[in-house]
Every structure is written in structure tokens, then in C-alpha cells.
């Protein structure tokens, strides 16, 4: 199975400032069809998670530009720019090149 | 406006079975695979089962492999997840999923529990 792995598990960003949260994977997740297959997906508390950005750097819809995805074949990182209180949550990073599917750890952003 | 309801979680006790149904509306339910993904209290995300659009490719996590079927009907725009030989472990919020996780439902609770 793919392992993903997500640093830090948490991190308290100021309003306004910006946050990176990074993820690994065990495996290659660029497909031969040229799409890297990583998400990121946002629990905000009490909710479901929604997705944010998909196949490493491309914008959900209704998604605020604040987000950015970005990385390599095995590093990825999430970016936010200018974090506002409604960004509070646990951020994952998931493959869904092969099953399993499977998803990082979490990172639990909280406010300073 | 996309929305996927699951229901049929309760408490149930060790051993025994439950259905899960997630109603889709607001896509054609029939071009989308669907996967079940759970989550435990207090814990990450977990995958437990995908199904392709016409239901020709099925899988399962190994945690629920031979216990758990997942099945669809295009016709009624329902996900199905049938539980069997249920554990303490399958405690978990149960959400519906759309294929890359575009769209979630906002769970149904499985408690297992003598």
C-alpha cells in the first residue's frame, strides 16, 4: 500500500500570515498519463471534508486562490495564502492512483 | 445542487450485519463511481470500498475484505455498503463519497458495541 506522509501534524499560522503543509508518498503517484493523482481534502471541525485541490495543483471548484497545490512525483505541498478563520480545520492528503486508497495522517491548523 | 444522504448506521453488536444507503441527487448518479470511506472518533480518514459507474470493478480495503460488499443501483441512485461479521474496530463514521472525493454526504454513525 502507498503511505502518505504529512508534516507537521499541527501548525497555528496568524491571520493573515501564510502556511505550507507537506505530504510524502511511499510510492510515485505520477501516472504515465502525465496526472500526478495526490489530493487535499479540508475537515473543517464538525463537518465533512471537502475537497480542495485535485490531481496535485488544480483548484476545486469554489475553492478560494488563497489554496495552492503544488510538488514533485513523491513531495507535495499544500500552500495558504493569507489564512482566515474560516481555514480552521484538518487538512489530508490523499492517492487515488491504486487501491488502496489512502490518506495522510491530517494536519490540524489552528489559529495563534 | 449535488447531495449524497447516507443512512441505515445504528448501534448493532458484535458479529452481527447492517446496511448502509447513500442517496445521490443533483448528478447522473450512473456516470460516477462512488466509494465508501469511514472514520473512526477522533481518528484520520479511512478508505473502505470503490465501485465504477456500472459496477465492473469492486475493491475493498483489506480491514473489510470478505466482510463487506459494496453495490450500487443506478436505477433508484443509491450506494450500498452491506456489513457483515461486524467488529468493535468498524466503529466509525460512515460517509459516501463521489469518485476523487468531490462531493461527500455527511455520514451516518456505526456504532459496534455488546
Redesign the interface.
Known amino acids: 500500500d502507498i503511505v502518505m506522509t504529512q508534516a507537521p501534524l499541527s501548525v497555528s499560522v496568524t491571520p493573515g500570515e501564510s502556511a505550507s503543509i507537506s505530504c510524502r508518498s511511499s510510492k510515485s503517484l505520477l501516472h504515465s498519463n502525465g496526472i500526478t493523482y495526490v489530493y487535499w481534502y479540508l475537515q473543517k471541525p464538525g463537518k465533512s471534508p471537502q475537497l480542495l485541490i485535485y490531481r496535485m495543483s488544480n483548484l476545486a471548484s469554489g475553492v478560494p486562490d488563497r489554496f495552492s497545490g503544488s510538488g514533485s512525483e513523491t513531495d507535495f505541498t499544500l500552500k495558504i495564502s493569507r489564512v482566515e478563520a474560516e481555514d480552521v480545520g484538518i487538512y489530508y492528503c490523499g492517492q487515488l492512483l491504486e487501491n488502496p486508497y489512502t490518506f495522510g495522517a491530517g494536519t490540524k491548523l489552528e489559529l495563534k | 445542487e449535488v447531495q449524497l444522504v447516507e443512512s441505515g448506521g445504528g448501534l448493532v453488536q458484535p458479529g452481527r450485519s447492517l446496511k448502509l444507503s447513500c442517496l445521490a441527487s443533483g448528478f447522473t448518479f450512473s456516470n460516477y463511481g462512488m466509494?465508501w470511506i469511514r472514520q473512526a472518533p477522533g481518528k484520520?480518514?479511512?478508505?473502505v470500498a470503490?465501485i465504477s459507474s456500472s459496477s465492473s470493478y469492486i475493491?475493498?480495503?483489506?480491514t473489510v475484505k470478505g466482510r463487506f460488499t459494496i453495490s450500487r443501483d443506478n436505477a433508484k441512485n443509491t450506494l450500498y455498503l452491506q456489513m457483515t461479521s461486524l467488529r468493535s474496530e468498524d466503529t466509525a463514521l460512515y460517509?459516501c463519497?463521489r469518485t476523487?472525493?468531490?462531493?461527500?454526504?455527511?455520514?451516518t454513525l456505526v456504532t459496534v458495541s455488546s
Request: without cysteine.
Open positions: 466509494n484520520g480518514l479511512e478508505w470503490s475493491y475493498y480495503a483489506d460517509y463519497a476523487s472525493g468531490a462531493y461527500w454526504g455527511q455520514g
